[in-house]
């Protein structure tokens, strides 16, 4: 059974940083792709980044050169260091796997495994 557990998330100030982390139980992280979702209240959630399991990195378009995700596999972590933080990066993020065999996907769904989310909130 894959267990994902995130953490890092607080409060921040806009233009603060935030790193969140990914831990995977149950599997080597190696052997996952890895995204990262968020939702905001009354919003969708949405993909913000991915990462394959050979480290091929993806990300959603608003977040592009604010966020860097990474691995580091031999202590089963992913990252989501965040900067540039802006009130409407405010959300719950969410870290999910899907399997290495399976092309790495910007759509919540495909994934297979999630965590149970942490909270970011950035104030103006």
């Known amino acids: 059974q894959v267990q994902l557990v995130e953490s890092g998330g607080g409060l921040v100030q806009a233009g603060g940083s935030l790193r969140l982390s990914c831990a995977a139980s149950g599997r080597t992280i190696s052997r996952l792709n890895v995204g990262w979702f968020r939702q905001a209240p009354g919003k969708e959630r949405e993909f913000v980044a991915a990462?394959?399991?050979?480290?091929?990195?993806y990300y959603a378009d608003f977040v592009k050169a604010r966020f860097t995700i990474s691995r580091e596999n031999p202590k089963n972590l992913v990252y989501l260091q965040m900067n540039s933080l802006k009130p409407e990066d405010t959300a719950v993020y969410y870290c999910?796997?899907?399997?290495?065999?399976?092309?790495?996907?910007?759509?919540?769904?495909?994934?297979?495994?999630w965590g149970q989310g942490t909270q970011v909130t950035v104030s103006s």
């Open positions: 999910s796997g899907r399997d290495f065999g399976m092309p790495t996907s910007r759509t919540g769904s495909d994934y297979a495994y």
């Open positions: 990462i394959s399991w050979n480290g091929g990195t």
